[in-house]
C-alpha cells in the first residue's frame, strides 16, 4: 500500500502575469497564503492552470522555488514537470526534488504523443533518475493520449509511482484501473465535478481549478466525505455544480481567472494564445458566481 501524497483538495494554482508579461510573484504569494488559510492540503504549481505550456524553463523553475519558498511546509507542494519530450519532464522534475517540492505531477505526452509502451518507458525513465513521489496526470481532451488500466497497473508497481490524477471522466477506465492496482497506486479527481462521485469509488481527494475562487467550499467537499458525512458533501457537489459548469464554459484557466478579477483576487492576466473570455459567456459566468453562496 503508497501511502497518498494528500488526501482532501489541493489547489491548482493559477499563475498571474503582469501586463508587462512577467510573472507578478507578490500576487502569486497571496494567492498561496489565501489557499493555505482557507485549509486546502496541498497547492499543485505549473499545471495546466498555472498556463505551464507558455512559461518559459526558467519562469518554471522560478516558479516552483517561489512556491516551495511561500508555502514553507504548510501544506504539501505538487510541483507540474511533464513534457512531450522526456529528457525536459526529468530536468524539471529534478529541479522540483531539489527545491524542495514534495511530489511531481507529469502529464503524459501531447502532441507528438507514444504509445502505451512508450508511455510506460516515459515514466520509468524519470522515476528512475528522481525520489519524490510521481502523480501521473491524464487528460486526454488536452493531450490527446489517454492510458489504458493495464498501462497504469504496470507503472503502479514502480515505488516511486504514487499514483493518479484522472481527468478523462472515463468512469470504466477508473473501475478497471481500481480492479487492476487495487491499493498499488492512489487517485485523485481532476475535474471538479467528478470529485464526490470518484471519492465513492475510492479517490483520495480532488485536484481542483475551482478552489482558485472557491477553496472553502472544495475543502469542505472531500473532507466531509472522508469523514463520513456524505450528506455534506452531496449537497455542496450538487450546489457547486453550476459554478463549475461556467467556470469551464471557455478552455481552462480563461474563466477562473476572469471571476478572480471579478472578485478582487489578483489573478493577473492570461498570456498569448490565451484571451479573455468572449461577452455572453462571461456574462453567464458572473450571474452564476453571484447566484452561488459563497463567501470569498
Known sequence: MKSPVF??????????????????????????????????????????????A????QEHIHLVDACVNCVAGRCKVIAGSGSNDTAAALYLSQHAQDSGADALLLVTPYYNKTTQSGLIHHYEHIADRTQLPIILYNVPSRTGLSFTAETYAALS???????????????????????????????????????????????????????????????????????????????????????????????????????????????????LPLWEMDPEPLEKLRETVKATNFTL
Open 157 to 271: 508497481q514502480h515505488p516511486h509511482i504514487n499514483g493518479i490524477k484522472e481527468a478523462s471522466g472515463n468512469f470504466s477506465l477508473l473501475a478497471d484501473t481500481l480492479a487492476l492496482c487495487g491499493d498499488a497506486v492512489n487517485i485523485w479527481s481532476g475535474n471538479d465535478d467528478h470529485a464526490l462521485p470518484m471519492m465513492a469509488m475510492g479517490a483520495k481527494g480532488l485536484i481542483s481549478v475551482v478552489s482558485n475562487l472557491a477553496p472553502e467550499p472544495m475543502v469542505q467537499l472531500t473532507h466531509s466525505f472522508l469523514d463520513g458525512d456524505w450528506e455534506t458533501a452531496r449537497a455542496l457537489q450538487i450546489a457547486y455544480t453550476p459554478l463549475t459548469r461556467a467556470l469551464f464554459s471557455q478552455v481552462n484557466p480563461v474563466p477562473v481567472k476572469a471571476a478572480m478579477k471579478d472578485a478582487g483576487l489578483d489573478s493577473g492576466v492570461l498570456r
Open 7 to 52: 488526501t482532501g483538495t489541493c489547489t491548482a494554482l493559477i499563475t498571474p502575469f503582469r501586463p508587462s508579461g512577467a510573472i507578478d510573484y507578490d500576487a502569486f504569494a497571496q494567492q498561496i497564503d489565501r489557499q493555505i488559510e482557507a485549509g486546502v492540503d496541498a497547492v499543485c504549481v505549473c499545471g495546466t492552470t498555472g498556463e505551464s
Open 54 to 57: 507558455a512559461l518559459t524553463v
